[in-house]
């Protein structure tokens, strides 16, 4: 009697295990019947991988929802349609937003809605007639995309650099370093040489800045004596034209005047005309001066033979 009743305890308990869970499995089926529900149909321009029928929808971290269909746009591939419901007491407003959020470490993702003023209008949609909404791009899939460029550039610097670390290029990169060592070491040896050598340089760059400085004080001078002295002779050149100018205006009043007398005697011509004679030569001897003067001013005042240059 006793292992029959043994059993019989046994088979009561697991009786009402069962009706209990039956009871939960109801009650959970009729609350989420008796719930209403908004339809939205969210449109990502970007792969969606880890999003699955049943992952959870959320409103700002908080579970609202959850996704009941994907499927691809028959009209663009490259996009993907998301049926999700959420409960009717939560607001989703024209100017929410959505976007993918990662689930878990295991890599599944979540749908979550944010943002909303209460000034942009509410959208309601059945299941027949969802509502639209179009997805931001996610934060972590365009960490993923960028991850895996960075990883495609990594691999590729991986190998540009197994390249130029290979067998020949090691070897030319010794040759090198050898190369500059023994140059370095042959620099040490000729530091002396070399300290000298720089000091003499310096000395004759100083004797090179002396010499210059002496000739720019000569080229002054030389200058200034030019200057000074082409100055005085231009004036003793002026008062002299000047009084030429005075002689030959009152030569001329002296012919106007004495015109008819030249007429009427000879001898008086006579005695002009050497005058005359030594006025042109004056003036001729007079013109050569000024016009040597323009063209070697040095020359002529300090009597020194021009230089010319002879080609070699």
């Known amino acids: ?46 792969a969606v991988g880890g999003l699955a029928k049943g992952n959870p929808v959320l409103y700002s971290g908080v579970a609202v929802g959850d996704v009941l269909e994907l499927k691809l746009d028959p009209d663009n591939p490259g996009h993907v349609r998301v049926l999700v419901r959420v409960e009717q007491t939560v607001p ?10 990662l689930a878990n470490i295991a890599g599944s993702m979540s749908v979550q809605f944010s943002g909303g003023t209460k000034d942009s209008p509410v959208l309601t949609g059945t299941r027949t007639d969802p509502a639209q909404i179009t997805a931001e791009p996610s934060a972590f899939k365009s960490l993923l ?17 197994n390249t130029l670390l290979s067998k020949e290029n090691t070897e030319n990169l010794t040759a090198i370093f050898r190369n500059t060592r023994e140059a370095s070491e ?8 070399l300290t000298a050598l720089l000091e003499r340089m310096d000395d004759a760059s100083q004797r090179a800045a002396e010499a210059a400085s002496k000739v720019s004080k000569v080229s002054d001078n030389a200058n200034a004596l030019l200057q000074n002295e082409t100055r005085s002779v231009l004036s003793s050149m002026g008062s002299a034209m000047t009084r030429v100018q005075e002689a030959v205006v009152r030569i001329d009043d002296l012919t106007r005047k004495n015109e008819g007398a030249l007429d009427s005697g000879l001898q008086g011509m006579g005695e002009l005309a050497p005058a005359l004679r030594e006025l042109r030569g004056t003036l001729r001897n007079l013109n050569q001066f000024t016009r040597r003067l323009e063209e070697d001013p040095r020359g002529t005042l300090l009597g020194a033979p021009t230089i010319k240059e002879v080609s070699q």
């Open 1 to 46: 009697m006793e292992p029959k009743a043994h059993h019989l305890i046994i088979g009561l308990f697991t009786l009402t295990a069962v009706l209990a869970a039956l009871l939960f499995a109801l009650w959970l089926v009729k609350s989420s019947a008796d719930r209403e529900w908004s339809y939205y149909e969210i449109v990502f321009d970007q």
């Open 92 to 101: 989703v407003r024209k100017n929410t937003r959505a976007g993918l959020v």
């Open 145 to 161: 995309t960028n991850g895996e460029v960075l990883l495609t550039k990594a691999e590729q610097l991986l190998t540009s650099a």
């Open 186 to 193: 042959s620099l040490l040896d000729s530091r002396e040489q």
